[in-house]
């Protein structure tokens, strides 16, 4: 008795599907051109940050170089957790820069 009117309302859900799913597309080109270029600096932001430096499995290994190079001379290192390789580096610049 309410199948006329349900499958009209299943028209109109089906039709309001299909015109997210065009929004959809559109906000997903968007994103791949977007996250595209992120993951480009954000490859070169690891490479700078991480790939090419020293990692320390643990913040005691990173201040063990620390003092070591204090040691040697180089002052002024601090270590911090890399977002990337959950690993720690050793950098020269100052936290406050
Ligand atoms: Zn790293």
Not at 11 to 37: C, H, N, P, Y
Not at 65 to 81: M, N, P, V
């Amino acid at each position: 008795m309410t199948s006329r009117k349900g499958s009209a309302k299943a028209k109109r859900i089906a039709e309001f599907k299909s015109q997210l799913g065009g929004m959809d597309d559109l906000f997903e080109r968007e994103t791949k051109r977007v996250t595209a270029k992120s993951l480009e600096k954000e490859r070169t932001l690891r490479k700078k940050a991480c790939e090419s430096k020293n990692r320390y499995d643990s913040e005691r290994d990173a201040r063990e170089a620390i003092r070591a190079c204090a040691e040697h001379g180089t002052l002024g290192l601090r270590c911090y957790r890399c977002p990337y390789c959950d690993g720690w580096h050793l950098t020269s610049k100052s936290q406050n820069a």
